[in-house]
């Protein structure tokens, strides 16, 4: 079964650091979604890019966060400041065809951020 | 405003005791309803997704259905491996999937 690879698994900040989150999705697909968890909340939508732009962003996604392909394969979500609020579980997803947005998605195994 | 209620938050079942989850929502223009299952500290997993009010879908254990404003995930005789989160979302005409909070199940032997 295809994958979506996640790095890191865990990472633990100071307030004010700049975080980045690696995603390797399946190879040669065009639509990745951010998605995030709080501990004990729900699944919330964070930003869809699609052929290389961002395709939809949620009000989360402020302007301390971008996305960016920047050499063709990684996927990586960057959060300038973080805050305390920021410490959630961050899984990027992409479709199994990569190329239709059907709402089926592989989701990696996550990356924890703490910030502390 | 786009909402998903999922039901009840937590349940508990002997194994081999059917159940049902369920899930209901307001959404404008539903593009479908998606089931995922989601284990502690894992991604979420994909299961079903339903299209149109009448649609079930089957996958060993799990049976989903599909109303105009619910959707249930049917159980039956579950085994302790089946022990996760469930978790409902629905998607509309934008890119991003809504979630619910989720039904943990636990099932013991």
């Known amino acids: 079964e295809p994958e979506v690879t996640q790095t890191p698994s865990h990472q633990v900040t100071q307030m004010g650091q700049e975080v980045i989150l690696r995603c390797v999705p399946i190879s040669n697909h065009l639509y990745f979604y951010w998605y995030r968890q709080i501990l004990g909340q729900k699944v919330e939508f964070l930003v869809s890019?699609?052929?290389?732009?961002?395709?939809?962003k949620s009000e989360i996604f402020d302007d301390q966060f971008s996305v960016e392909r920047p050499d063709g394969s990684n996927f990586t979500l960057k959060i300038r400041s973080t805050k305390l609020e920021d410490s959630a579980m961050y899984f990027c997803?992409?479709?199994?065809?990569?190329?239709?947005?059907?709402?089926?998605?592989?989701f990696g195994e996550g990356s924890r951020l703490t910030v502390l | 405003e786009d909402q998903v209620t999922q039901s009840p938050e937590a349940l508990r079942l002997q194994e081999g005791e059917s159940s049902s989850l369920n899930c209901s929502y307001t959404?404008?223009?539903?593009?479908?309803l998606f089931w995922y299952r989601q284990d502690p500290g894992k991604g979420p997993e994909f299961l079903f997704t339903?299209?149109?009010a009448g649609e079930e879908k089957e996958k060993e254990r799990l049976k989903a259905t599909l109303t105009k404003k619910e959707s249930f995930l049917h159980i039956t005789a579950p085994k302790p491996e089946d022990s996760a989160t469930y978790l409902c979302a629905v998607g509309h005409n934008t890119d991003k999937l809504i979630f619910g909070t989720g039904t943990r199940l636990q099932v013991f032997p």
């Open positions: 959404v404008s223009g539903l593009r479908g």
């Open positions: 339903l299209y149109s």
């Open positions: 890019f699609y052929n290389n732009e961002i395709s939809e």
């Open positions: 997803a992409s479709p199994p065809t990569g190329i239709a947005n059907t709402g089926e998605l592989f």
